[in-house]
C-alpha cells in the first residue's frame, strides 16, 4: 500500500531531551516537507526537500533540523526540544512535476514537550 | 496566491451528493484549483485538482466554472466517512515557494444519517 509513515505517532519527553520523529514513503517520490499544526495557526512548514541531499527552510525552522540521505527518509530532529514545540506534526510528499501542491500525507505524531 | 472563501459549516444526508463551493474570484490563468480535507487531527488528504476543466477521480468530482472565479467539489455519495474540515486552496503548478500548502478556514461537512 502506497503511504507515508510516520514514528512514532504520540511522544510525551522533557525539555532539551534530543527526538527524532522518523518519515518514510514507499511512493518513491521526490519531494517531501515537514509541518506543523497548531490551533488557531493552520498548517506551518518546517522544511522541505526537493531532493536527496536537497533541502531547505520553510516557514518555521527555528529548533528544527532535518536530512536527505536516502529518497525514502526525511527525519526530523529536535536537538534540544522546548514547550513551544509541542505539536502536531505531519511529513509529507510529493511526485516530482506539476502538482506539486497534491502531497501525500502521514498520519501525524503528536508530540508534548514538558 | 489567489485568495478563497469557502462557507464555514455544511451538513449532508448520508447518501446524497455533498457539494462544496469555492469562490476564488481573482485566480489567476496559471493558477491550478487543489482540494484537500482533513478528518479530525488526521493527516491531511489530497482529494482532487484542476486547471479549468472538470476533473473526475475515485474519490470526487471538481466543478470549475467556465470564467474559473469558482468551483464546486462534488462527493456524489457522502457517507459518514465524509465528515471533515475541507479545504480550497488555489496555487500555481511547480515548484514555487517549496511546494508549501496554506490551508484557510476550509468549509466543516457533517454528513449525518
Known amino acids: 500500500e502506497a503511504q507515508v509513515t510516520q514514528n512514532p505517532r504520540y511522544l510525551i519527553t522533557v525539555t532539551g531531551k534530543k527526538l527524532t520523529v522518523t518519515c518514510s514513503q514507499n511512493?518513491?517520490?521526490?519531494?517531501m516537507s515537514w509541518y506543523r499544526q497548531d490551533p488557531g495557526l493552520g498548517l506551518r512548514q518546517i522544511y522541505y526537500s526537493m531532493n536527496v541531499e536537497v533541502t531547505d527552510k520553510g516557514d518555521v525552522p527555528e529548533g528544527y533540523k532535518v536530512s536527505r540521505k536516502e529518497k525514502r527518509n526525511f527525519p526530523l530532529i529536535l536537538e534540544s526540544p522546548s514547550p513551544n514545540q509541542t505539536s502536531l506534526y505531519f511529513c509529507?510528499?510529493?511526485?516530482?512535476?506539476?502538482?506539486?501542491?497534491?502531497?501525500?500525507f502521514g498520519p501525524g505524531t503528536r508530540l508534548t514537550v514538558t | 496566491d489567489a485568495k478563497t472563501t469557502q462557507p464555514t459549516s455544511m451538513d449532508c444526508a448520508e447518501g446524497r451528493a455533498a457539494n462544496l463551493p469555492c469562490n476564488h474570484s481573482?485566480?489567476?490563468?496559471?493558477?491550478?484549483v487543489y482540494w484537500y480535507r482533513q478528518i479530525h487531527s488526521q493527516g491531511p488528504q489530497y482529494i482532487i485538482h484542476g486547471l479549468k476543466n472538470n476533473e473526475t477521480n475515485e474519490m470526487a468530482s471538481l466543478i470549475i466554472t467556465e470564467d474559473r472565479k469558482s468551483s464546486t467539489l462534488i462527493l456524489p455519495h457522502a457517507t459518514l466517512r465524509d465528515t471533515a474540515v475541507y479545504y480550497c486552496?488555489?496555487?500555481?503548478?511547480?515548484?514555487?515557494?517549496?511546494?508549501?500548502?496554506?490551508f484557510g478556514q476550509g468549509t466543516e461537512l457533517s454528513v449525518k444519517p
Open positions: 486552496i488555489v496555487r500555481v503548478g511547480g515548484y514555487n515557494q517549496g511546494g508549501k500548502l496554506i
Open positions: 511512493m518513491n517520490h521526490e519531494y
Open positions: 509529507a510528499s510529493s511526485p516530482r512535476g506539476v502538482g506539486t501542491y497534491e502531497q501525500y
Open positions: 481573482t485566480i489567476s490563468g496559471n493558477e491550478y
